[in-house]
Structures are given as C-alpha cells and as structure tokens.
C-alpha cells in the first residue's frame, strides 16, 4: 500500500506546523532566559560595589554615563566601571546576553549595562532590557525615569534621582 501526493502533502504540513510552533515556544524561552541573566547581573553588580564601597569609602567615579557596548549618547568603555575589575570584586565587567547587536528603545539605543556614579551614590541600569518579561511598578529594579525599557539598581533602598 502506498501514500497518495495528498496524504504526504498533509503529513509533512502537520509536521512543518508543529516544528514552527517548537521553534516559537524555544525563542521565547530563550529571551527569558536572557531577561533573567540581565537581571541576575544586575545584583551581582551591585552587590560588588557595595563591597567596593566598603574597601574604599566611595563608589567607583564616572560622571556621565558609560556603557558596555557602543551605542548613540553614551560613553563606551570596556571598563565602563573604574576600578571594579580586580580579583577582588569582579574578574570582568559583563556585556548584554546579546552582545549589542541588537537594537531597540527607537532604534538608537542598544542593550547595555550603563553605569554613573558621583562617588557617593550610583545607577546601575539594563538599558533596553526586557525582551518578554513585564515591567512592573512592583518590581525592586522598577525604573520611574525609564518605566518601560529599563531596570534598574541604585546605591540606596530609595531611587536614585539618575
């Protein structure tokens, strides 16, 4: 017995819709993944600096923001955290999960980790950070400047006005 044109026509569209789905259902679980690394990033940072902070009696100083990846208004720097890099605190200042490459926020800005601190307090943000996962007033990284495209970590419990 064989197949008709037909039935194999419909065998391997069943087959193509399901691998679409499949592949759908992986991209968003791989964004999520990348929303919680950035997140996750993000204490790890801080967490860093308050160490840095109780070594040193200030954070690290970087008037204007800096940013690890190149992007439009922002000062680009591998070390856009002075002085953080070190056995000590962190081995390397970490990049966005997508290098960059990506462009979002109006079609100017890229994700990054920027950084600005006048020695005494700091703002650490995930610039265009969400992928999939909501912003919420809720949130302990809710921004209130950048409500819906940024996270943010400050020195203090309170926002920073950054």
């Known amino acids: 017995m064989g197949f008709t044109l037909i039935e194999l026509l419909v065998v391997i ?4 819709l399901l691998a679409s789905v499949v592949l759908v259902s992986l991209n968003k679980a791989r964004a999520k993944a990348r929303d919680q690394t950035r997140r996750q990033t993000l204490r790890e940072l801080q967490k860093a600096l308050e160490m840095y902070y109780s070594d040193n009696g200030s954070y690290p100083y970087q008037w204007g923001w800096a940013g690890s990846e190149p992007s439009d208004g922002v ?4 070390d856009y955290i002075p002085n953080l890099v070190s ?3 962190v081995s390397q200042l970490p990049r966005d999960p997508l290098g960059g490459d990506s462009l979002m926020c109006g079609g100017t800005w890229k994700k990054a980790f ?3 601190s ?3 307090q700091f703002a650490l943000l995930s610039h265009c950070a969400s992928e999939v ?3 919420s007033s809720t949130d302990g990284m809710y921004d209130p400047i950048r409500p819906t495209w940024a996270w943010k970590v400050c020195s203090s419990s309170t926002s920073c006005a950054w």
Request: charged share 10%; net charge neutral; proline share 0%.
């Open 114 to 116: 920027l950084y600005l």
């Open 13 to 16: 569209s069943i087959i193509g």
């Open 87 to 89: 056995g000590k605190y």
């Open 133 to 135: 996962t909501a912003y």
């Open 75 to 78: 000062t680009y720097s591998v």
């Open 118 to 120: 006048d020695g005494a």
